[in-house]
T-cell receptor, first 114, second 109 residues
Framework: DAMVIQNPRYQVTQFGKPVTLSCSQT?????MYWYQQKSSQAPKLLFH???????NEADTPDNFQSRRPNTSFCFLDIRSPGLGDAAMYLC?????????????FGPGTRLTVL | GQNIDQPTEMTATEGAIVQINCTYQ??????LFWYQQHAGEAPTFLSY??LDGLEEKGRFSSFLSRSKGYSYLLLKELQMKDSASYLC??????????WGAGTKLIIKP
């Protein structure tokens, strides 16, 4: 089945210790998104890739970086995690150009910062 | 500013019908989405409306009125597994998705 996969599902890191979250997709979608979602809040878009073009949201902290080495994979790097970065990180994909351009989500990675 | 409003929490009874409302104020409009999100899981796509009217999909229906900036999600024959948060999201004129905080739906036997 075509899908969006995120690894790991749960990640525990220490304050200030870099962490990388990964996302892969078999949907052959050209757009990939990273969201941060805290409990009972709306998902917050961090950045997205339209093909190879990187689009950073204005209020995304510099502490968050992303890489998309190919169409299928996208990584989220948190260089120095703080306690406030504990959240669910969601990867989503879409096929731009379709009328609906619906975003499909992976299962998420729950990040704990100690 | 851009804003999506949904009730924070609703309670309904198994087998009943519930309507979850969403009002929006955005810079332009290019479609409205409803997603279901179970606790600790990712959102899953439920419905998409871009024209006024009702879209029906099994037990779930979604309605849109663009002139009123208003949508609702109607869930019929409620089941316990429908206990989840329901997120409304609007795509604006820049094709950005503006998300509501979600409505937590509690189903009681």
């Amino acid at each position: 089945d075509a899908m969006v996969i995120q690894n790991p599902r749960y990640q525990v890191t220490q304050f200030g210790k870099p962490v990388t979250l990964s996302c892969s997709q078999t949907l052959n979608h050209n757009v990939m998104y990273w969201y941060q979602q805290k409990s009972s809040q709306a998902p917050k878009l961090l950045f997205h890739y339209y093909d190879k073009d990187f689009n950073n949201e204005a209020d995304t902290p510099d502490n968050f970086q992303s890489r998309r080495p190919n169409t299928s994979f996208c990584f989220l790097d948190i260089r120095s995690p703080g306690l406030g970065d504990a959240a669910m990180y969601l990867c989503a994909t879409s096929r731009a150009g379709l009328a609906t351009d619906t975003q499909y989500f992976g299962p998420g990675t729950r990040l704990t910062v100690l | 500013g851009q804003n999506i409003d949904q009730p924070t929490e609703m309670t309904a009874t198994e087998g009943a019908i519930v309507q979850i409302n969403c009002t929006y104020q955005t810079s332009g409009f290019n479609g409205l989405f409803w997603y279901q999100q179970h606790a600790g899981e990712a959102p899953t796509f439920l419905s998409y409306n871009v024209l006024d009217g009702l879209e029906e999909k099994g037990r779930f229906s979604s309605f849109l009125s663009r002139s009123k900036g208003y949508s609702y999600l109607l869930l019929k024959e409620l089941q316990m597994k429908d206990s989840a948060s329901y997120l409304c999201a609007v795509r604006d004129s820049n094709y950005q998705l503006i998300w509501g905080a979600g409505t937590k739906l509690i189903i009681k036997p």
